[in-house]
């Protein structure tokens, strides 16, 4: 019989993790029949399911519930439909599956912030107006299209989490480095 454990690391933030002791992530489909329950019970029966890692912030799944998943499905699938409408994405790690905050986050704090540059740089009169306009136009884009996404599908696909990429790279391209660039580039990395 496999047991579960869930345990708490403080490294500045606690992170839980809900796995099976001594199981291989198997990421294969599998069957799923999970009743709408909490979601740290439903991220515990994901885990047993498929044998799967899975990394979370305990803070994320206080009071938090997850709708009724039945079907066959990946475990990141299967993850991701559990969060799904949370603002959290889902994604496959090394050793197996997480959710975050994170790439949201991080996109619309990039957004904001390249949002506040190409005003900056339109006052200074280094865009010109139709360019401000066009940049303006991509951000809005992103902003819109990002969140709708994540809370859509619990996660974006990494088609749809380049494209978001591509896009606010394009932008920080025409107005240059902006503050916080060192998120962005780990994000990045993590693409």
């Known amino acids: 019989m496999t047991r579960f454990y869930l345990a708490a690391l403080a490294l500045g933030s606690a992170t839980a993790f809900a796995a099976p002791a001594a199981a291989e992530c198997n990421r294969a489909p599998a069957a799923y029949a999970m009743p709408a329950q909490r979601l740290d019970q439903a991220v515990q029966q994901l885990a047993h399911i498929s044998g799967c890692f899975v990394k979370m912030d305990p803070a994320m799944v206080a009071d938090r519930r997850a709708p009724a998943l039945k079907g066959r499905y990946r475990p990141e699938e299967a993850l991701a439909r559990l969060v799904r409408g949370t603002g959290y994405t889902a994604h496959s790690t090394p050793e197996g599956l997480a959710f975050d905050g ?79 660039a060192r998120d962005w580039e780990a994000f990045k990395r993590a693409a």
């Open 102 to 180: 994170d790439l949201l986050a991080v996109t619309m704090s990039q957004a904001r912030a390249l949002r506040t540059a190409v005003q900056t740089h339109a006052r200074a009169g280094h865009l010109s107006p139709a360019q401000a306009t066009r940049l303006r136009a991509t951000l809005t884009e992103v902003e819109r299209t990002v969140p709708r996404q994540v809370n859509a599908q619990g996660m974006l696909t990494p088609a749809q989490k380049r494209d978001a990429i591509t896009k606010l790279d394009a932008v920080r391209s025409a107005v240059g480095p902006i503050e916080d």
